[in-house]
């Protein structure tokens, strides 16, 4: 079945520092993959998005390119704040069956310290 | 405000006890979810609502019993839970169901089984 593989965490960096969190998938076809944020004690907020392959989803700073290739969806920041220590969940929704079902990672912790 | 509500935030309920999660969303979508949130685990999905028709029931206890009176609300019912029921309960919606569209989560509901 479809799955999703992300890096182990916690990710801990300093401020200002690059950050690459790795995310792979498995799936028939071509599903479309998100990047899921939660802050402490709060729900999931969309990061960004891509729906086909080459897509760049790209929001606040983060960014993450669709590689079919690799079948993967890393998600990379140039230079991280504290206030981007959250929870980090790599998605998919597959295109088959169209049940709406997203799949999640795990999910990587980041903490970011100043 | 993320356009998804969830009431309440907060819920420690007795293994004996009744208790309704709600949640109301405000983007004019045709899709609801409930996910389930449990510690170092994925997100679970629960149920699928497409046009107030359940569409995905995820082999989930019937404990849980969701309710879906128009596109816009959304409960799930809980009646004798188990202590290891608890935990996040998310509440999601997208304009349809199908791997194109976008998914919203609400806050969620913290649950606490004692």
């Known amino acids: 079945g479809d799955s999703v593989t992300q890096m182990e965490g916690p990710v801990t960096l300093s401020e200002e520092a690059f950050l690459t969190i790795n995310c792979t998938y498995t799936?028939?076809?071509?599903?479309?993959l998100f990047w899921y944020v939660q802050y402490p004690g709060e729900g999931l907020q969309l990061l960004l998005k891509?729906?086909?392959?080459?897509d760049k989803g790209s929001n606040k700073g983060f960014e993450a390119t669709y590689r079919k290739e690799t079948t993967s969806f890393h998600l990379e920041k140039g230079s991280v704040q504290v206030s981007d220590s959250a929870v980090y969940f790599c998605?998919?929704?597959?295109?088959?069956?169209?049940?709406?079902?997203?799949?999640f990672g795990q999910g990587t912790t980041l903490q970011v310290k100043p | 405000e993320t356009g998804v509500t969830q009431t309440p935030r907060h819920l420690v309920m007795g293994m004996t006890n009744k208790k309704s999660l709600k949640c109301e969303q405000h983007?004019?979508?045709?899709?609801m979810y409930w996910y389930k949130q449990s510690a170092k685990k994925p997100l679970e999905l629960m149920f699928v609502?497409?046009?107030?028709?359940?569409?995905e029931n995820n082999s989930v206890p019937s404990r849980f019993s969701p309710e879906c009176p128009n596109s816009s609300h959304l409960f799930l019912h809980l009646h004798t839970l188990q202590p290891e029921d608890s935990a996040l309960y998310l509440c999601?919606?997208?304009?349809?169901?199908?791997?194109?569209?976008?998914?919203?989560f609400g806050e969620g509901s913290w649950l606490t089984v004692v």
């Open positions: 609502y497409n046009f107030k028709e359940q569409t």
């Open positions: 983007l004019g979508h045709n899709a």
């Open positions: 799936a028939t076809g071509y599903p479309s």
């Open positions: 998605a998919l929704r597959s295109r088959s069956g169209n049940t709406g079902k997203l799949i």
């Open positions: 999601a919606s997208s304009q349809e169901v199908g791997s194109g569209n976008t998914i919203y």
């Open positions: 891509a729906t086909k392959a080459d």
